[in-house]
């Protein structure tokens, strides 16, 4: 019997291919996934560093801090008062300078001359051990709430029909470690710090160039065959896996966008080199039962339920016919859909409207941040069983 | 033609006989208020009168006792805690006097719809009212973004960035306890699966309850932007926090 699924499947494969981030088809007739809890055995520190999220953004978002050299005061909401002890490992805005890798980056990225070298230095620094406390964590923190308010109010204005379950799906690929990744990988030229200290010294290397390049403790998921890992530890809390890295980079350095540039900078920056990316949101939907939901959505917007009608045929008894139908409510016709046999395109055309309602798009949609915001569309929310 | 005109005939008698199992089953297990002759003779008058129809299914109001296959009063369905839905003032009162008290740059006015959707839950009646998921979405992220920011206007450097206090600024808890200070989930329409009542310890859930905070975040910046919503968190929540 023909499903609903492979024609979908089929049609958004051939359709768009975006660059290297591959998105995650959601199943819509189910309710957005839930904070999962991990078992209490594994980690029981506290409730909120326990907590296990879908998607990457938001892991980045809720990341807590190690950091041994931080004192903090007793009142833990007098935010002013966290010191921390250690701060000699600091790179000097001097220093910072001569690093071509770095000088070249910041030219790239068209940054003002406000911003920082030695701030891109630590956006490159991922933490590697517990005594230095120069690495980009808390600005990447930083950064992965600033990019998923901006990237979230966008999507919300120009697509307020979205189920929450598709949006966080489409945050992610636009802001998922994955795609950030392929940023800074391919489209910013950061480059990571592979070679050994012995490579260095014979290449003739200066010390202060690993500076210029991205540096973190690779996550060693497989060892290599016939080596065995002797470990007290289970895991290394520095531990990141590559995409993770590149991706705190990109984090870090829109932090310091906002920190050296403003926040309206910051928010310009997203639209240029975030936002301006394709993400194929229709490809994301993946519905289960068409019929039945567009049948629903129907009936809570009180219209008549779906009929199919068929528009035109050839071939009927060729090996290889066409037909066309359209999905109509009363005389409305809400989409069309073609296919070989009637199934496929009765099937199609409830896709395709069951598509049209979730991605309707105001024409010229201001987002919240806009100064000449004047009030957006809010949705009644997904309809479900 | 002529050939499908038997084999409905047959179709209509076995959902005959299925509609009499079911009859039979409704008589054995419940004492509500439906008398059995009644459905009986309907359907059998139904039979007659459309032996094309193949598909018959009686429909029944039934309040109190809930069977399978009996569709449930309306009215039970939109109600909360004995609290029926709708734009009603008493409904909005709570909330409507909250935002009335706030001394923000721009008086807040939010229409009433938009008020009935901060208080509904996307639990409640299977999702098929307006429902707050979308603003209280939108209100999160400001949230965030604004205690982020708070942080680091306190402390001038990123030191207390993904410390616990900071991620407790948008956790469930504080947000639910927010709504309860300000006496804004007073009435909220949502679905508890809560045998004890208001005597059971999650009497209010603190992930469902934390939606209204969130929500009305999300509803005052999607009417009047980014800027608003900020002030509105710097006067209202941030304090809270710190009690």
């Known amino acids: ?63 807590s801090i190690q950091n041994s050299h931080l004192s903090i005061p007793n009142n833990k909401f007098d935010f002013a008062n966290y010191n921390n002890n250690n701060n000699d490992d600091e790179i000097t805005e001097e220093n910072a300078k001569l690093i071509p890798s770095i000088v070249s980056l910041h030219a790239r990225l068209q940054l003002s001359p406000d911003y920082k070298y030695s701030t891109l230095v630590k956006s490159l620094s991922c933490p590697i051990d517990s005594n230095s406390n120069f690495n980009n964590q808390q600005l990447s923190i930083f950064g992965s709430h600033i990019l998923s308010f901006y990237v979230s109010e966008y999507l919300l204005t120009n697509y307020p029909r979205l189920p929450i379950s598709i949006l966080k799906s489409t945050i992610d690929s636009y802001i998922g470690n994955f795609s950030l990744y392929d940023i800074a990988k391919n489209s910013w030229g950061i480059d990571e710090d592979s070679t050994s200290k012995l490579e260095k010294y014979l290449s003739n290397e200066p010390e202060l160039f690993k500076f210029g390049r991205l540096r973190f ?20 809390p520095f531990e990141l896996s590559k995409s993770e890295a590149f991706a705190n980079s990109v ?15 910051a928010k310009n920056f997203i639209n240029d080199h975030i936002l301006s990316r ?3 949101i229709s490809s994301v939907f993946d519905f289960k039962e068409p019929g039945k939901l567009l049948t629903r959505l129907l009936k809570t917007n009180n219209m008549l339920s779906p009929t199919v009608r068929l528009i035109s045929e050839t071939g009927r008894l060729s090996n290889s016919p066409i037909y066309v139908v359209g999905c109509f409510s009363g005389n409305d016709l809400l989409a069309t859909g073609e296919g070989s046999s009637l199934k496929e395109a009765r099937v199609r055309s409830f896709v395709r409207a069951l598509k049209a309602w979730y991605l309707y798009k105001p024409l010229d949609a201001k987002v919240p941040s806009d100064s000449n915001f004047n009030g957006m569309f809010v949705d009644d929310g997904e309809k479900f069983y | 033609m002529q050939s499908l005109i038997p084999s409905t005939t047959i179709q209509s008698s076995r959902c005959l006989s299925r509609n009499f199992s079911k009859i039979s089953q409704i008589r054995q297990y419940t004492n509500a208020k439906i008398s059995y002759n009644q459905i009986y003779n309907k359907n059998i008058i139904r039979q007659q009168q459309q032996s094309q129809q193949q598909q018959i299914r009686s429909i029944v109001y039934v309040r109190g006792q809930r069977v399978q ?41 939010l229409s009433d719809d938009i008020l009935l959707q901060i208080i509904t839950h996307k639990s409640f009646a299977h999702g098929s009212k307006p429902y707050n998921a979308n603003i209280s979405f939108l209100g999160e992220q400001i949230l965030q973004l604004a205690a982020t920011k708070y942080v680091i206007s306190q402390s001038g450097n990123l030191n207390a960035i993904g410390s616990l206090a900071h991620r407790f600024m948008w956790s469930d808890k504080m947000l639910a306890a927010f709504a309860e200070s300000k006496g804004v989930d007073e009435v909220f329409f949502c679905k508890k699966a ?50």
């Not at chain 2, 569709?71 to 935002?99: A, F, Q």
């Open chain 1, 217 to 236: 403790i690779k996550k060693v998921t497989k060892p290599e065959s016939n080596i065995i890992k002797y470990s007290n530890s289970i895991n290394n």
């Open chain 2, 69 to 109: 296959g009996l569709i449930r009063d309306p009215s039970e369905i939109l109600s909360t805690d004995g609290v029926k839905y709708g734009k009603e003032n008493d409904n909005l009162k709570p909330l409507k006097e909250y935002l009335n008290s706030l001394e923000l740059s721009t008086k807040i006015e």
């Open chain 1, 251 to 265: 984090r870090s350095i829109i932090a310091g966008l906002y920190i050296h540039s403003g926040e309206e900078s």
């Open chain 1, 278 to 280: 394709q993400v194929d």
């Open chain 2, 194 to 243: 809560l045998p004890g009542g208001k005597i059971d310890k999650l009497y209010k859930p603190k992930s469902i309850y934390s939606t209204i905070t969130s929500s009305i975040i999300g509803a005052i910046a999607s009417k009047y932007g980014k800027t608003i919503a900020e002030e509105f968190i710097e006067k209202e929540l941030i304090p809270a926090y710190k009690n």
């Open chain 1, 1 to 63: 019997m023909f499903s609903s699924r492979t024609a979908i499947g089929h049609k958004s494969a051939s359709r768009v291919w975006n660059a290297s981030t591959k998105i995650q088809n959601r199943l819509i007739s189910i309710s957005p996934a839930a904070v999962q809890k991990t078992n209490p055995n594994s980690n029981s520190n506290n409730e909120i560093i326990s907590k296990k999220y879908k998607f990457s953004y938001e892991t980045a978002k809720n990341k």
